[in-house]
């Protein structure tokens, strides 16, 4: 019963340890990137194959966007129109906004943002 514990501990032990060796191997990159942003900084196409734009501040460099065919816009949790993110990205000065998107094409797959009622 001895002789069986110690093979099954130690296929148990060798198994971890080639995961692990494989791990260390394998590349790690990221599917996805964010530039955090405010609302003064980032702008939206009249259209949805038009150029976004966001930069992270003021001094920063501007990136450019487009959007993919299947991406998000959400305002304070709902997902909106074009026209209506654009319109709350005019009045929201300040206002922090993430811009996602995936890294391979830097199509955006979502922008969120998260307004204070006042």
């Known amino acids: 019963m001895k002789i069986h ?8 032990f060798a198994a971890f340890a080639a995961q692990s060796a494989m791990a260390d191997l394998l590349p790690i990159a990221p599917l996805e990137g964010s530039v955090e942003s ?3 900084e980032v702008s939206l ?8 734009t966001a930069r992270a501040c003021p001094t920063c460099e501007t990136r450019t966007f487009y959007l993919d065919k ?10 909106v ?3 209506e ?5 005019r009045s929201a000065g300040d206002t922090p906004v993430a811009v996602h998107y995936k890294v391979s094409d830097s199509l955006i797959t979502r922008i969120v943002m998260m307004v204070q009622a006042k």
């Open 85 to 89: 993110m654009t319109k709350a990205l």
């Open 5 to 12: 514990t110690r093979h099954m501990v130690f296929g148990l």
């Open 81 to 83: 129109s074009l026209a």
């Open 38 to 40: 405010t609302a003064s």
């Open 45 to 52: 196409p009249v259209a949805e194959n038009g150029i976004v």
């Open 70 to 79: 299947q991406h998000r816009l959400l305002l304070n949790g709902r997902s």
